[in-house]
């Protein structure tokens, strides 16, 4: 269980030897994925291009403001506008994205939404917080890789991390992938994390070498409970100087799953909420839901 001085001196001794790593925070612009993007960028002493992706432009600059200015030349740290609840939004942006970076070392994808609602399908018939918690992510990662694999071919490194529930999900309907037919709060909550666990290992056995990570953050004090849809959990908000007693802080929680992503090893992991890996005794999907969900989530996303 490594202590939060621990991980961030681990996270401190990041040096590449490949120059000036490229980094992309889907969902940097509030939370774990801000805490992630600004240890990162603390981490670099600003040498590295940094990319936050969100829908929050204040937000964003007001993060990129902060950190540290780069002290080589054409160093950028920016801001893309991307709603990925939408997949044609999510592959415009990546295709722009591949444009402008050939290689890409890290790429972190924390976008997420607390809702108690019900299924609430988006134009192209996705359920909104599965397409942010899992099949915008799914496409990010299948779209972006082309420069995942050139910075792994060029011995550099290529880790994804994916910050949803790691081992807190359960079993999926396989007939049932994407909930159209039983969508419940329970069964969404359940199949976000299965799914997740099924992404990375599939993206694994695709891509030897590479790192692919499903993590769980614990209980981080974010703006997850007042941004909710759902009355009742902004209302638990205000709960928030009681639940800072016992959950971690964005900035903690950031050095912790920043560990996860840089002390990777490659193959796909799940990691707690320290950065560790979990044993995992039981698994709760086999080889076949790997590849069930990966065809359907292949079809789902190809807009
Ligand atoms: N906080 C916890 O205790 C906790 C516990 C377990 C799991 N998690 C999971 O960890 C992840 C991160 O949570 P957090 O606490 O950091 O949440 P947060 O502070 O509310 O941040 C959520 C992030 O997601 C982005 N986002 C949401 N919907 C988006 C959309 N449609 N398009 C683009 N970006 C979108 C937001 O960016 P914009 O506002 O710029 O759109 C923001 O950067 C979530 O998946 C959450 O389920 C959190
Ligand atoms: C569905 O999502 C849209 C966009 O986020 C939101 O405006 C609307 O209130 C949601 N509907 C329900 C029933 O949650």
Redesign the pocket.
Same mark, same amino acid.
């Given at each position: 269980m490594p202590s939060l001085s621990t991980v961030s001196a681990f996270n401190a001794r990041f040096t590449p030897s490949y120059g000036i790593p490229v980094a992309i925070f $889907?969902?940097? %612009?509030?939370?774990? *994925?801000?805490g992630m993007a600004e240890a990162f960028a603390r981490h670099t002493k600003g040498n590295a291009q940094i990319v936050l /992706? *969100?829908?929050?432009r204040a937000?964003?600059e007001a993060i990129l403001a902060r950190f540290p200015k780069p002290t080589v030349g054409g160093v950028k740290h920016e801001f893309v506008e991307?709603? /990925?609840?939408l997949m044609k939004n999510v592959r415009l942006t990546a295709s722009e994205l591949l444009t402008r970076f050939p290689k890409i070392n890290f790429l972190a994808l924390?976008?997420? $939404?607390?809702t108690l609602n019900g299924r609430n399908e988006t134009e192209e018939g996705i359920d909104r917080k599965l397409a $942010?918690?899992y099949y915008g992510r799914w496409r990010f990662i299948r779209d972006l890789m082309p420069a995942l694999e050139a910075a792994h071919q060029a011995g550099e490194d290529a880790k994804v991390v994916s /910050?949803?529930?790691a081992k807190h999900g359960g079993k999926i309907d396989l007939d049932d992938l994407g909930l159209k037919k039983h969508f419940s709060v329970f069964n969404a909550a359940m199949a976000g994390p299965t799914y997740n666990d099924c992404m990375v290992k599939g993206f694994a056995d695709r891509h030897p070498g590479l790192s692919f990570i499903h993590s769980?953050? *614990?209980? /981080?004090n %974010? *703006?997850?409970l007042q941004?909710s849809n759902t009355a009742a959990l902004r209302w638990a908000s205000n709960l928030t100087p009681f639940l800072k007693l016992f959950?971690y802080s964005?900035e903690a929680a950031g050095e912790h799953q920043l560990y996860a992503l840089l002390n990777a090893k490659p193959g796909a992991k799940l990691t707690d909420d320290k950065g560790a890996e979990y044993v995992l005794k039981e698994g709760y999907f086999d080889a076949d839901a790997v590849e069930r969900v990966w065809k359907h989530t292949e079809e789902v996303t190809l807009v």
């Open positions: $889907v969902g940097g %612009t509030s939370g774990i *994925g801000q /992706v *969100g829908r929050n937000a964003a991307c709603d /990925v609840s924390s976008a997420g $939404v607390l $942010v918690h /910050v949803l529930a769980y953050p *614990g209980s /981080v %974010t *703006g997850l941004n959950a964005f």
